[in-house]
């Protein structure tokens, strides 16, 4: 009985991105989302998230890249929570209170190889990326930019926007569950930072099973 090897039917990772697929599945007519005037359900959020994750994936993003977001509490950075561990690659949400100086130092630590920025926020990643080295060795992340569903700022044709990614999605890549199962409970799924501390800012790894006890664990709390 020692040798029973684990596959799909006696052993499943625990991952939180389980939990956007039941809720899809469990709660079709059900709100997900309420920002400002957008209202998603949970099929559409769990379609957002997976066709973001097939165009991570167009842009050769894989298991154990960095994608760092620079954004407040708005849609994006939920559907961002479960659309880059789709990818395998780990999250890194950075605190949106802090200064050039040290969003540089986690850029310079974590290297990303993209970044998300909302429209906010330009002007401090503009100052951000100065800070960084820039060579051939240590190349600045690929730069997204955040425009809200419900803003009118324009975005420039010339570069790569959130919703445009939503929107080329391959259908073909997001329906397939396959591509986003996760293999292994104990990779990585975010990469957080200490901040106010005396030091400079100290990265902490999450691993997938982690997230997803601790997100049972608050409701139990709760």
């Known amino acids: 009985m020692d040798n029973l090897a684990l596959f799909e039917a006696n052993n499943v990772p625990l991952t939180p991105i389980t939990f956007l697929k039941r809720a899809s599945e469990c709660y079709p007519n059900r709100t997900s989302i309420i920002y400002g ?44 929570h479960f659309a880059v561990p ?8 950075i605190n949106t209170r802090l200064d050039a100086k ?27 990326l100065r800070l960084l080295p820039f060579d051939a060795s240590k190349l600045h992340p690929l730069i997204i930019s955040i425009i809200e569903i419900d803003s009118t700022t324009k975005r420039s044709s010339m570069e790569l926007d959130y919703e445009g990614l939503i929107r080329k999605g391959d259908l073909t890549l997001s329906s397939s569950a396959s591509l986003f199962r996760v293999h292994n409970e104990h990779d990585p799924i975010s ?16 691993s997938h099973r982690g997230a997803y006890l601790t997100a049972l664990s608050s409701i139990l709390g709760w």
């Open 102 to 128: 040290t969003i540089a130092i986690i850029l310079r630590h974590a290297q990303p190889k993209c970044l998300f920025v909302d429209y906010t926020f330009a002007p401090l990643i503009q100052e951000v």
């Open 191 to 206: 990469l957080n930072y200490t901040s106010g501390t005396t030091s400079e800012p100290k990265g902490v790894v999450i």
């Open 37 to 80: 005037q957008t209202r998603f359900t949970w099929p559409q959020t769990y379609d957002r998230c997976c066709r973001l994750a097939a165009s991570l994936l167009s842009l050769n993003i894989t298991r154990y890249d960095v994608v760092s977001i620079l954004a407040p509490n708005i849609p994006a950075m939920y559907e961002m």
């Open 86 to 93: 789709m990818t395998g690659a780990v999250l890194n949400p």
